[in-house]
DNA sequence: AGTTTCGGCGCC
DNA sequence: AAAGGGCGCCGAAACT
C-alpha cells in the first residue's frame, strides 16, 4: 500500500489520481473518477494527497463532507523551495514549476483577488488551464529531489508538510466560521456607542464627544481628521507631530480626555460595528477567510474581517453554541521560549523548561526580580530595539544569556548584510530585491552591504535602509520559528480533534479557540498540552524546552482572560 | 471618478 | 519612558 496519491483536476470536471510511490514516482495506473469527493470517498485510507492547490481543493471536499488526513500542497512547497533558495521572486505556481524544468516560458502567477463581505469562494480561483496528473508529479518528484538539497532536509520535510497541514486547518475552520452572537455585539455596540443615528451618521456617544472635544477647542474640530485636530492643537500653542494616542497623552489639555475616548471608540465603530456585522456575520458565524502562511514569516493572515484583530471588548459576542464550550488556549511566552530552543542557550533553555512565568524566572537571573524589566529587555532583544532602556537591559541579557542575545544579533547582521536567514525549520526570509523593470529579473539576488541604498525593500518590509532589514530578520528568526512551531502543533491538534465533535474555530498567531461539546472540553485541554509537547519535540527535536499553554474552557470568548 | 497611499489603531 | 517586529482595516488625502 503505497501512502500518498497524487489528485489533479480535469477540464471537465472530473479527476485524475494516481499512487505515488518513493521519489514522487507512480507507482500504479491513473485512474479517472467524476468529481475530488468521489475519489477521495473511495479511497478512505489514503493517508496523504498530494495536490496543486489545497485552496483550489479542499474547500469543495470539505462542502461534501470529505476530509482528508494529510496532504501536500505542491504550490505552497514550491513557494517555500524557492525562497530557501534564494529564488523568491520567481513564479510559484506549479506551471511555472513545469516550465522551468522543461527550460519553457515560465508563465506570471495569477493576480491574488481579495474577499468580498461573505463570500465562500477560496481566495485563489481555480485557475482555468489545469495541470494535468503528469506534469503535477513530474513537479512533486522533482521537489523531492530539492529538499534532499537544502540545508536539513528532514526539517525542509517537516516544514512543507506542516505547513499543507496547516492549509486544511484553515480551509476547516474557514468551513466552520466562528460562533458569533449578533445579539450581544449588538447590545456591546449600544452600550459603547449609544443610539445609531439614521443615514449612517456617527453614533450618539460619538457626536457627544466630538462636541466635547469642540467645546475644549473652542470651535468646530473634527476628531478623526488628524490634520484638523492637530491646527486646533497648534492654535493652542501645542506643536504636535501627529495625533498618536501615546503623543496625545503627554499633553496638558481638556480636548486631550474626550479625544482620547473618541478615537477608541471611533475605531471600534468604523472597524467592527454595525456595517461589519451586516457585512461578515451569517447564521450565528464570523466567517472570516484564513490564509495559512500568509506573510513571510509564516504567520497567518485573514484576508477581510480582521479576524486576527478582533478588539476585547467584542470577544463578548464569540459565544459558544447551547451545551457547547470554547476551549480558549493561549502559549505563555511563546517567543522567548522559541528563542531558548532555537538558540540552544543552556541558560535559556533551563529557565524555559519550567511551566513558570518566564519573565519572572530571566528577571531573578539578570534583573534583581524586576520582571517588567525582563520582558522587555527579551522583546527588546526579538524586535531589535535601539534606544531608550532596552538597550541598557539587553546588555544585562547578554551577560546572562550570551548565546541567545547572539543568536538573533548574528540574524540582524545577515539580514542588514542582504544574506538569506533562515527559521528553524528553513522558511527563509527573502533578501532585498533591486526596485524597477528588471525586478524580476533581480529578485533574489543577495545584496552586498554596499549595494543596498537603492534598493527596496520586497513588500512586507516597512523601510529601505540596512538597518531596518537587520531588525526585520532578527524578528524573523524568532517569530517565523513560532511560527513553524504553531504549525506543528494545530496539525496535532487537529488530529486529536479528528476524533470527537471538537472543530478548531480560530487562530492567532500563539493562541487557538476549539469549539466543543462541553463534556469534551477536558480532553481538549488534555490534547492541546500533548500537542504542544509533540510540536516542540517534533520542531526543535530533543531540548529541555516546554512550551505551556494558559487554557480556560469558557461560554464566552471574553471570558478567557 | 477611480485607484493608491497615508495616518491611525486593533491584535499578536 | 519611548517606540523595536508582524499583520488588516477604515476613511481621508493624494494621486492619476
Known sequence: MTDRWALAPAEDGGVEIAPLGPGGLFAGPVRRAADPAEAVRGLPDVPRWVWRSTAETYPRLLATGVRVERCYDVEDAETLLLGHEGRSGEPRSAAAALARLHGGPVPPDPP????EPGSQ??????QSVHL??????????????RHDATAHPDRMRLLTAAESAGMLVAAEMNRSGLPWSADVHRRVLHELLGDRYAGGGEPRRLAELADEVSAAFGRRVRPDLPADVVKAFAQDGIKLKSTRRWEIETVDHPAVKPLIEYKKLYRIWV???WSWLQDWVREGRFRPEFQAGGTVTGRWVTNGGGALQIPKVIRRAVVADPGWRLVVADADQMEPRVLAAISRDPGLMEVAGRESDLYQSVSERAFSGDRAQAKLAVLGAVYGQTSGDGLKNLAALRRRFPRAVAYVDDAARAGEEGRLVRTWLGRT??????????ASEEAGIPLAEDESEDRQWVPGYASSNARARGRFARNFVVQGSAADWTLLLLAALRQACADMAAELVFFQHDEVIVHCPEDEAETVVTAIREASDLAGRLTFGETPVRFPFTTAVVECYADAK
Open 112 to 115: 491574488q483577488r481579495s474577499a
Open 121 to 126: 469562494s477560496p481566495l485563489f480561483e481555480p
Open 132 to 145: 494535468p496528473l503528469t506534469d503535477l508529479v513530474e513537479v512533486y518528484a522533482d521537489q523531492q529531489r
Open 271 to 273: 472597524a467592527h460595528g
Open 429 to 438: 526570509c527573502p533578501p532585498a530585491v533591486r526596485t524597477g523593470d528588471d
